[in-house]
């Protein structure tokens, strides 16, 4: 950077400011009063948000409707079921209709059975009448809006979801925990000392930065086999710890860390260690919460190592377990949407929770 | 202090998740399996009671969807991680894998003799070979559904059941033209995005996918592969056939389009009542049954006929025993005690599956099922059993079909996508299968 | 134990502890009773290496060890995953990559997918980075300004990136689908159902929308970090010599924005090179071969097709590009940090 960065507040009169669309292409802000380009910036941030939001939140929608209403085409925007009725020599709750009947009347009937375009309706308060037979065309199904959690209660009892999510939490947390300690070592070796072969070893760690680990799927699980980690949290947690991303990131943040601190650590008779985690370790905590933050997404959203490393069902992550239901061959989108809300839920929360320390985080650390 | 108690707490937390998989008190035998429909919890039904009468055995079933299911299981079989017990469909890919159950057998002469022949060579490695690797949980058969009611609705005759794949399809298109609406379109044919699906009508309108040797034996090459070849007259009017329903807009492109590069089904649209003619096989019965019920009424008709005959895919679905297991003999008896003709039974009849068990088809199986729509559609499938011709015999066991089925897949929607003509892609399903035999 | 905040000098500000950085600094005393003693042993320069061992083991054993397999698959054929049951074939499968009468198109190459896959990706790299560049740049000028509701703008456009691939994938296959809102609103609006995941054009356009979606607000961030760290002076001083903001943009934000344009452009390069996630849960490839990309490519060949060795040929045709890219970058980076 050019120029140190001042602390004097920067504020002057409206008159002098920029105006219109150009000043959004400055740092410039406006003034008191609202102006055109104000006028810009909400639009768009308002348009953003909603194309942002909108495709979320109509899953979440979606996922409280009835099967029938998941199939429906126009789609309702809010989530309405049928209502039912009980009646006497039926098992199951007969779905009621308002049915016009020839002579043009209108009246409201529960239906027995439906057969290609025909339907048979009786008269609940009158089970013993004789049903009536009308085309389909002319029922009019009785429904009203109901954010049931009947998906979700099936869903549950079809996807072990505490399971997954134990197993999520479990991979996430401890697959973090030993990412943040061996990156931030092998970072504060790269960074901090002078011996043969530093460069080498960075120049590796930095080229296998861009293979996607999908393209060793099969040798990775070779070695996995070795060490006897198939079907094992440990075969997915371990493998993926020693991230080259988070070296990178580590190394280069440290690398602004004045050696003389370390210098006058030494003289003061502190350990090694003691300089890694006493000094160099608080004073990267910025890049250390940067780097916590992708190493829980990373691994939250993972899915394609679990999947080929861990095929007992009881220790799917959430992700695997989801694919696993998309990917069945009956495509069942009313246990299908309330599992990906499930599924997103967690990570959402904790966003929610700490959205200002992530976004704000990463927006000053940025990637040095 | 504070908190290095809870280090080791995190400590002690990853150890301990690392041992969970490890954990075990009773044999514990693990089956991976996928669904088509209900069997899955029919098994676990039987499992149950057998666990209750077995108590140190412990049965897990590991349910992988279908298109995961030979990815999943591949790596782990041939680095000695199988579960106990598969179901797998390609059984020829794992040959050298299974366990041999004939020591562990109370009378494996006896077991043996209830599958057809056919079933138990399919699962040996070759002639000298005389082990009992498994047995078929289902038999399947492909060919076509239909909708009844939408034919009813619209008036159309429904063809006899000679007839050949155009007329089928000339009556379902007249059918899918009278009942379609704007909101509500209804298309002709589908046929599941399978290159085994098509085989079928391929070998019915009288393709040639190999050479037979002067014993009637097919030509193979020295590994064993069997030598295909794909252009054949008749495999040329089957797949013309397919990329024509595309371009004349006569099936949904969901299924052969949109699936990209996995098996897709058109069950979902024939179960909306979106589709007249459907073609794909037997084991679509029990799902059906569930899903459609009596809303309209259904049934499987004979595979059309053609140059070739008329002949639909034989196949199933076989539980297989790896020799990784811990436990041979409670394997063994576990096997045993499905494959008998009495478990076997309630297993079929509640999965609405055809079967190989001699027994049991020499008995005939009481299905269990209120519909006619089901009852009727599983017998038409029975009476294809006999039609099977030998070529689709060959093309079901040999172990390099697999080739032949993912070539004709892919290469087939690169010609109705329109990034190959019909001539590319036969040109490049030859080299496929060409080019797995010299890899393989 | 005693602090080391007496022997730092003032003017370096040591964070105010968090508690996750709290926790991970009391956690990690423990270890003094391991290291102290190797520091004696070995003195003081050589505990470079003991910080080092841990990651690069775990580094050799399961990132560069299965590289390195992977390097020899590339030259073997067989249709067993095991090395034993392999045969050496030499170079064939790279050869048979790289059988091209015109790699202009794809069809006249012996591995015509391999090929579609490179255009695709192709395609797909340099629209996605245009896409997150010129978005992410217009959201990260719109959140400098001084508004009202900045961090929940912030957060907003920042969400989708926690999102899980499956997750992104099914909300959009829900949303797309033919009987889908999208399709829903277009008829409701007077015009007729399109195709959205049904013909390849429009397959490859979502696609590439998609990945912008759930990735742009990471660059945000990353680009809003750069103008927040150009300091007002500049303007100010500019304004003096008669700039407008046009010109102001141009000569003082657009060049001093250009190292942290040059990392978004990196890593938005890298990410999408290695575009498979989400494209395999929404359209696996299709239509026909409109979405296959590179690593789907890849990932089909070794799966579904059981060509291990020609899958992890291409993989070694791919890290090289890879590789080139990467170089061809950090000469370039080298001319931004200069200039």
């Known amino acids: 950077m050019a120029q140190p960065v001042s602390s004097k507040t920067y504020s002057r009169p409206y008159a002098e400011q920029p105006r219109g669309v150009l000043a959004f292409l400055t740092r410039l802000q406006g003034g008191t009063r609202f102006t055109t380009t104000d006028i810009f910036t909400y639009l768009y941030l308002i348009v953003g948000t909603f194309v942002m939001f909108a495709p979320v939140l109509w899953l979440v929608l979606s996922s409280f409707k009835s099967e029938r209403g998941l199939v429906e085409f126009p789609p309702t925007l809010l989530p309405y079921w049928q209502q039912t009725v009980e009646v006497e020599g039926y098992d199951q709750p007969l779905e009621l209709y308002d049915v016009t009947l020839e002579d043009g009347t209108v009246k409201r009937l529960a239906q027995v059975a439906r057969v290609g375009i025909m339907a048979r309706l009786i008269d609940p308060a009158n089970p013993e009448a004789e049903p009536v037979q009308v085309n389909i065309n002319q029922r009019q199904a009785v429904r009203y809006v109901n954010f049931s959690l009947q998906n979700y209660q099936e869903a549950i009892q079809k996807f072990p979801f505490l399971t997954y999510l134990g197993n999520s939490v479990v991979v996430t947390v401890a697959a973090t925990v030993v990412t943040l300690l061996i990156n931030s070592m092998a970072a504060f070796g790269l960074s901090k000392y002078q011996f043969r072969g530093r460069d080498t070893i960075f120049l590796i760690i930095l080229s296998t930065l861009m293979v996607p680990v999908s393209v060793i799927l099969i040798p990775a699980f070779l070695v996995i086999n070795e060490v006897g980690w198939v079907n094992n949290l440990m075969g997915v947690i371990i493998p993926g710890a020693a991230t080259p991303t988070g070296v990178f990131l580590l190394r280069q943040y440290m690398l602004t860390i004045p050696d003389e601190l370390l210098e006058s650590a030494r003289i003061d008779g502190a350990t090694e260690w003691r300089i890694y985690w006493q000094i160099v370790l608080p004073l990267a905590a910025p890049a250390l919460a940067v780097l916590a933050i992708f190493s829980v997404m990373w691994r939250w959203n993972d899915f394609l190592w679990p999947l080929i490393v861990l095929s007992r069902t009881e220790l799917f992550t959430l992700q695997v377990g989801l694919n696993a239901f998309q990917g069945d061959l009956n495509v069942q989108w009313h246990y299908i949407l309330p599992m990906t809300v499930l599924t997103l839920l967690p990570i959402t929360v904790v966003f929610a929770f700490l959205q200002r320390y992530i976004t704000t985080g990463i927006a000053t650390t940025g990637l040095k | 202090m504070k908190s290095r108690g809870l280090f080791f707490l995190l400590i002690a937390l990853i150890v301990l998740s690392a041992n969970l998989a490890a954990a075990q008190d009773a044999v514990e035998l693990r089956i991976a399996w996928y669904d088509d429909g209900n069997e899955g919890l029919v098994l676990q039904d039987l499992l149950d009671r057998y666990m209750a009468d077995n108590p140190n055995v412990k049965v897990v079933i590991d349910t992988i969807p279908y298109p995961d299911l030979d990815k999943t299981l591949q790596p782990q079989v041939e680095t000695g991680n199988a579960p106990d017990m598969a179901r797998v469909t390609d059984v020829s890919r794992y040959k050298g894998y299974y366990l041999d159950m004939t020591p562990y057998m109370g009378d494996p002469e006896g077991w043996a003799a209830t599958w057809p022949e056919a079933i138990i060579n399919w699962m040996r490695s070759d002639a000298s070979d005389t082990g009992l690797y498994g047995f078929m949980t289902q038999a399947t058969v492909t060919g076509p559904f239909i909708n009844r009611t939408l034919f009813e609705q619209a008036g159309v005759d429904i063809p006899a059941g000679d007839s050949t794949w155009e007329e089928w399809v000339a009556a379902a298109q007249q059918v899918a033209e009278a009942v379609s609406s704007p909101d509500n379109v209804v298309y002709a044919v589908a046929i599941d995005r399978s290159g085994h699906r098509v085989w079928g009508p391929a070998l019915s309108m009288g393709a040639k996918f190999f050479e037979r040797d002067a014993d009637g034996k097919p030509i193979m090459d020295d590994k064993g592969n069997v030598i295909f070849t794909a252009d054949s007259p008749g495999f040329r009017a089957a797949a013309q056939m397919i990329v024509d329903w595309h371009t004349n807009g006569l099936t949904p492109a969901e299924v052969w389009v949109s699936a990209g590069g996995q098996y897709a089904s058109g069950r979902d649209l024939f179960t909306n009542g979106q589709l007249v003619l459907f073609m794909s096989g037997s084991w679509q019965v029990g799902a059906l049954a569930s899903t459609i019920g009596d809303l309209f009424d259904w049934e499987a008709i004979p595979n059309p006929s053609g140059e070739g005959g008329s002949t639909g895919m034989p196949g199933g679905a076989a539980l297989m025993a790896f020799k990784d297991t811990d436990h041979p003999e409670e394997v063994t008896k576990l096997m045993e005690w499905l494959s008998s003709a009495e478990v076997h039974r309630e297993f079929v009849e509640r999965a609405l599956f055809l079967t190989y068990h001699k027994t049991l088809t020499e008995q005939g199986v009481d299905y269990q099922t209120d519909l006619p729509s089901a009852k009727k559609s599983l017998d038409v499938f029975l009476a294809e059993i006999p039609k099977l011709s030998d070529d689709a015999w060959v093309l079901q066991t040999a172990r390099n079909s697999f080739a032949l089925n993912i070539g004709i897949r892919e290469r087939l929607t690169q010609a109705i996508t329109g990034e190959l003509t019909l001539d590319e892609a036969i040109e490049r399903i030859q080299q496929d299968v060409d080019e797995q035999r010299a890899s393989s | ?339």
């Open chain 3, 1 to 339: 134990m005693t602090t080391l905040r007496e022997t730092i000098p003032d003017s370096i500000e040591i964070p105010r502890p968090n508690p996750i950085s709290r926790l991970l600094t009391a956690v990690l005393g423990v270890f003094d009773y391991v290291f102290e003693p190797l520091e004696k042993r070995f003195g003081f320069q050589r505990m470079a290496y003991i910080f080092l061992l841990p990651n690069m083991l775990i580094f050799g054993i399961f990132i560069l060890l299965p590289m390195l397999l992977n390097f020899y698959y590339g030259f073997t054929a067989g249709d067993s995953i095991l090395l034993g049951n392999r045969r050496f074939i030499g170079t064939d499968n790279i050869a048979k990559l790289l059988d091209c009468a015109s790699i202009f198109d794809p069809s006249t190459c012996n591995q015509d997918r391999f090929w579609r896959g490179v255009g695709n990706t192709g395609l797909f790299v340099v629209t996605e980075v245009a896409l997150i560049v010129v978005f992410g740049l217009i959201t990260a000028l719109a959140l400098n300004r001084k508004i009202f509701g900045r961090g929940f703008f912030r957060s907003v456009f920042f969400y989708p990136v926690l999102l899980s691939p499956v997750v992104v994938a099914l909300i959009w296959k829900w949303l797309l689908q033919q009987d889908g809102l999208l399709n829903a609103i277009i008829i409701g609006a007077g015009g007729t159902r399109v195709p959205f995941l049904l013909d390849g054009g429009w397959a490859q356009f979502w696609v590439i929308v998609i990945g912008a979606w759930a990735q742009m607000g990471f660059f945000t961030l990353i680009l809003l970090a750069g103008l927040q760290s150009i300091p007002p002076d500049l303007y100010e001083a500019g304004q003096i010599d008669g700039t407008n903001p046009l010109t102001s943009f141009r000569f003082i934000t657009l060049p001093l924005l250009m190292p942290t344009m040059f990392v978004v452009l990196v890593l938005s390069v890298i990410r999408a090179v290695q575009i498979f996630d989400h494209v395999y849960v929404l359209t696996n490839g299709g239509p026909g071969s409109a979405t296959l990309y590179i690593v789907q490519y890849i990932y089909t060949t070794a799966f579904q097709n059981r060509n291990y060795g020609l899958a992890a040929a291409a993989s070694l045709l791919l890290a090289l590009v890879l590789m080139i890219l990467t170089v061809f970058q950090l000469r370039l980076g080298r001319r931004v940090d200069a200039a």
